[in-house]
């Protein structure tokens, strides 16, 4: 049986979410430029949330897309296929500001699977990274914008970060 | 859903799972195909061989184009100028391949089991684009995708498979998928094309082709199959027309919402009438958008490793 520990509560996801948005505010002063996009299956919920919280922040929609990134990982042919989730990107990137928003940043390689993807459909102006949970090793020269709380781990530990019914991030050990 | 087979060989042995992990995973290829740049380099540095010893073009192009979306490097190999002529055997050619280092060989073979051997010989991914009269698995997923995106389900739908089933790779596979899936599959054709004997596959055979269409909510068409001469299985195509085409009159007995497929390629005025052919509810060209995107996912998910998936 894992041994499993509360990292952030609900109550700490939503303060983590608002310091998050103003933050995003704050680094970006034309708001018109600025659009989230989600890497499923864990930063979906969390792009909607934020899209949110800025929209209270600016007083207009902040555009939220979701883009899949598994065709361009680069572990495609060392693991199992993965699930590929639809990518929905209701608006043009050329010349936008693009918070990539994740749930947990590990080793890196998923975000540059996502800048490269993000490169199919136009050249952003700026990509910036939003993460609930950076949980360090990184294999790759990435660094978020944006972080709700770092957590030191050791590598085959588990971060689960559930957004729904019951927002909750929890630690696992094996 | 975790896929962990190396060759896709038959739809026989894989299981509702497997099939339905190859449908949502051609949804999202579907949608890449919808975009201003529709490659992707998820098989970057990936060599395929198409192996067509039996001749084809809809689906060595519809191949060819998903292997290319998907950024792998390609080589094609014909029956006609290739050293088959020369009397070299398949175990040879197929050798010779894997020296080459193909990381997939998809191959159409006039002899069922060529797949299966490739398979057992080989270290590459085999994709069997179509064995003898045994299976084309990838023509199967395509129209089971494309019966599912029009329909919202398969299970619980009664296909009709009208034509030249006795020896149609096509229609195995297909009643295999759609059983897997659910769906009540109904046979008919001449009775020399028809035999009893899909019965006991699970299917019903009647060789009334109003009873048939009634209840159908896919009627699904199969090529009179001039090539495979029939001579001594029915009269002529012109009985064939008149007993088992679908026209316009037999057409307005089915169901309103009942939808056409084709494998193609069609023959005009002998299985289906042009008119139909053209017609909102024929499926035709639909079948050929979306055979791209389920050839891409089942490349996409055979390229994947052993192990757990990436998380995070």
Same mark, same amino acid.
């Given at each position: ?174 | ?5 190396? *060759? ?15 449908? *949502? ?47 792998? *490097? ?203 052919? *053209? ?34």
């Amino acid at each position: 049986m894992p041994e499993s520990s509360v990292i952030l509560d609900a109550t700490a996801i939503s303060r983590a979410l608002a310091r998050i948005a103003h933050e995003i505010a704050e680094r970006n002063e034309n708001s018109a430029e600025v659009v989230l996009v989600g890497i499923p299956a864990g930063g979906d919920a969390l792009a909607l949330r934020l899209g949110k919280l800025l929209t209270d922040i600016w007083k207009h929609p902040v555009p939220v897309g979701s883009l899949d990134v598994s065709m361009h990982r680069d572990d495609l042919d060392r693991r199992a296929a993965p699930n590929v989730r639809p990518t929905v990107m209701p608006f043009d990137v050329n010349g936008k500001t693009v918070v990539l928003v994740d749930d947990v940043l590990f080793s890196g390689r998923t975000t540059r699977a996502a800048m490269d993807a993000l490169n199919d459909f136009g050249r952003p102006k700026k990509i910036q990274l939003a993460v609930l949970v950076d949980r360090g090793h990184r294999e790759l020269p990435i660094k978020a914008d944006f972080v709700g709380k770092n957590v030191p781990t050791a590598p085959d530990e588990k971060i689960r970060v559930r957004i729904g019914e019951k927002d909750e991030v929890t630690l696992e050990r094996k | 859903m975790s896929w962990n087979i190396k *060759d896709l060989l038959d739809i026989e042995s894989l299981t509702a799972e497997e099939i339905v992990t190859v449908l *949502d995973t051609a949804r999202a290829f579907k949608a890449v195909g919808e975009r201003a740049i529709k490659k992707v380099p998820a098989l970057r540095g990936k060599t395929v061989v198409n192996l067509f010893v039996e001749p084809s073009t809809r689906t060595r192009i519809s191949f060819e184009l998903a292997e290319q979306r998907l950024s792998a *490097d390609i080589i094609n190999f014909s029956a006609e100028a290739s050293s088959f002529k020369k009397g070299e055997t398949l175990k040879d050619t197929a050798l010779n391949l894997q020296a080459l280092n193909a990381d997939f060989i998809v191959i159409r073979h006039s002899a069922s089991g060529a797949p299966h051997f490739l398979a057992r010989t080989l270290a590459a991914r085999i994709i069997n684009a179509g064995d003898g009269a045994h299976e084309h698995p990838t023509q199967a997923l395509l129209d089971v995708f494309t019966i599912r995106e029009r329909k919202g389900k398969i299970d619980g739908l009664n296909v009709t498979i009208l034509g030249d089933i006795l020896y149609s790779r096509v229609a195995r596979s297909n009643i295999w998928a759609l059983m897997k899936l659910g769906a009540k599959v109904t046979l008919c054709g001449p009775s020399t094309l028809v035999p009893k004997t899909f019965e006991q596959m699970g299917c019903r055979v009647t060789y009334n082709v109003d009873e048939a269409l009634r209840d159908a909510d896919i009627i699904h068409l199969l090529r009179i199959q001039h090539e495979r001469q029939r001579k001594t299985m029915f009269p002529g195509i012109g009985e064939y027309t008149q007993l088992f085409g679908l026209n316009k009159a037999r057409l307005a007995k089915t169901k309103p919402d009942a939808l056409i497929m084709h494998p193609g390629p069609i023959n005009r005025g002998v299985e289906i009438d042009s008119d139909i052919a *053209d017609c909102e509810r024929s499926l035709i060209l639909e079948q050929v958008t979306n055979g791209l995107a389920v050839r891409m996912a089942v490349l996409f998910l055979l390229n994947g490793g052993k192990g757990p998936q990436e998380v995070g």
